[in-house]
Every structure is written in structure tokens, then in C-alpha cells.
């Protein structure tokens, strides 16, 4: 067995009590994939409203299925202030706006030694779920993920990538065996969701590669050569970190390009994406 303690001491973390506490964020209210998608979940993890991160280093986890915790980096705690409530609590383009903010701001500087073992560590929190900051103490690794790997791939219906993650399974095809195999094993009618606006373009992938193959042009270029996408990213390129794939129907390959079309023009009457979204025909 891989004890957490001995992986972060044999990096370089210091070993002494009451030094580094650990932390699995996982909220109902509040998607925290998408704060990560966004770069803003250090802003979120930044402020609390009670005095938790009384340490001297942090170990960051997000949680996931059952009681799992995958690593998202270590911090050193530099300082601590209080909101004197003079400020405005989250800046222009924050995705919760409305969050209550907490009266602490935590300045925390993550630490380079471990960028290579992010979301590849696993770990077993334990029972307790609902303590959410403990401090360090040996428990098990689960399983140390290769370099570029996403998740396990969840079946068609459950899809759902964002822009990162979609160019993470594409650069990544043996870390991400799975996805390749799945997405470019189907036709189908696909769906991008821009989430800043909730605007929709419906898209359709049918030949050799399946959805794979169109996908990759998308990670590539992230407009996929759709010409109100392009548009889009032309006034705002980092518009397109803020996209999230999904499949609304997987299809054999075997069916003709008009069949597939088919599907398409029914989903985009369904969903309204020509008249309210971004389908230009």
C-alpha cells in the first residue's frame, strides 16, 4: 500500500505535527468542476468563513464518487486577512456571483514540486466525508492516474467535457483509451453548451472516426469551423474554455450522412438552437 504521508514527504513536504491539513471540496450548491474549468476555483478555495486553514501547508483534493478524493495541489498558507466588507467580494465574471463570501481570504501559494502528481492522485477519505478539513494523518493511495487522463469514460448518455477536458482526452489517447475507443466507435448528434450564457450549438459527426474525429477539430481549433463559433472566439478567444460537450443521441457509423443530418435538424428544432441559439442553419 502507498501511504499519502510518505508519497508528500518523499517530495519534500515537512514533516512535523499540526503543519499541513487536508481538504476535499464537493458542494451541492455549487459546481465545482466548473469553477476549476473556469480557473476560478483557487479564488473559491481562497476564501472561508471560519479560520480552517490554520496551517502551515494545505494538500487540496476535490471529491469524487463515493468517498474518493483526487488531488488538485499543494499550498503553502502565507497569510490570512479579514474582509472588512469595503470591497466588492468577487470580481466581474465570477460564475457564483450571489455566493455568500466568508471574512477570510487566504493567500496561498502553490507548491511546483507537486504539479506533476495533480489529478492523478487518488485517495480514500475515509467515513467522514462531511469533515471536509482534517489534518494530515497516513491513508491510502488508490490508484496514481497516468499523465493526461480525464475520468473513466461514463457511457454515451452520461457525457459531459468540458473544452480542457476534451483536449485533455484527445492529447492524451493512451491515458484516455476508453474515450477513444467509445467516441470513435458511434456516429451521432452532439450538443455544446456555452455556459456563460447557456447559448447552444447542435452538431452532427457521421463517417470513419465518429464523434472523435470531429471532436479533434474542436480541440484543435475550438470552433470547430462553425461559423458563428468562430465568430465567437474571434472577439473572445478564451470564450472558448466555457464549452461543454455532450452527446443527445449516439448513432451507428453505418448509417448514410443524410440519415445523421436527420437527426440533427430534429434536434435542433427541439432545443431551438437556430432561432435562440448558435446553429446559423
Known amino acids: 500500500m502507498i501511504d499519502l504521508c510518505e508519497l508528500l514527504y518523499a517530495r519534500g513536504l515537512p514533516t512535523g505535527e499540526r503543519l499541513t491539513k487536508l481538504v ?20 473559491y478555495q481562497s476564501n472561508q468563513g471560519r479560520p480552517v486553514f490554520n496551517c502551515k ?25 479579514e474582509d472588512t466588507g469595503t470591497s466588492l467580494p468577487w470580481p466581474a465574471g465570477y460564475l457564483y456571483p450571489h455566493m455568500p463570501p466568508g471574512r477570510l481570504w487566504y493567500d496561498l501559494e502553490k507548491l511546483p514540486t507537486f504539479v506533476d502528481l495533480e489529478k492523478r492522485v487518488v485517495i480514500d477519505w475515509g467515513l467522514s466525508t462531511r469533515s471536509w478539513v482534517q489534518w494530515l494523518s497516513p491513508r491510502e493511495v488508490v490508484e496514481i492516474l497516468p499523465t493526461g487522463y480525464v475520468r473513466e469514460f461514463p457511457g454515451f448518455d452520461e457525457v459531459l467535457l468540458t473544452y480542457q477536458e476534451l483536449c485533455e482526452v484527445v492529447a492524451n489517447p493512451t491515458s484516455n483509451r476508453e474515450w477513444h475507443r467509445a467516441l470513435g466507435s458511434v456516429a451521432g448528434v452532439y450538443l455544446i453548451t456555452d455556459l456563460r450564457d447557456g447559448l447552444q450549438y447542435v452538431g452532427s459527426a457521421h463517417g470513419a472516426d465518429g464523434i472523435l474525429g470531429r471532436w479533434k477539430s474542436y480541440a484543435q481549433t475550438g ?11 474571434a472577439k473572445n478567444t478564451p470564450a472558448a474554455n466555457s464549452f461543454q460537450f455532450s452527446i443527445l443521441r449516439a448513432l451507428p457509423t453505418s448509417l448514410t450522412r ?24
Open 223 to 233: 470552433h470547430g469551423g462553425n461559423r458563428l463559433l468562430r465568430g465567437l472566439l
Open 258 to 281: 443524410d440519415e445523421v443530418l436527420g437527426n440533427e435538424t430534429l434536434y435542433k428544432k427541439k432545443l431551438g438552437s437556430r432561432a435562440h441559439g448558435l446553429n446559423a442553419n
Open 57 to 81: 501547508y494545505l494538500v487540496s483534493f476535490l471529491g469524487e464518487k463515493h468517498s474518493l478524493a483526487r488531488l488538485f495541489g499543494v499550498y503553502r498558507v502565507k497569510s490570512v486577512s
Open 24 to 43: 476535499r471540496h464537493q458542494s451541492s450548491k455549487w459546481d465545482i468542476e466548473s469553477l476549476v474549468s473556469h480557473g476560478q476555483f483557487e479564488l
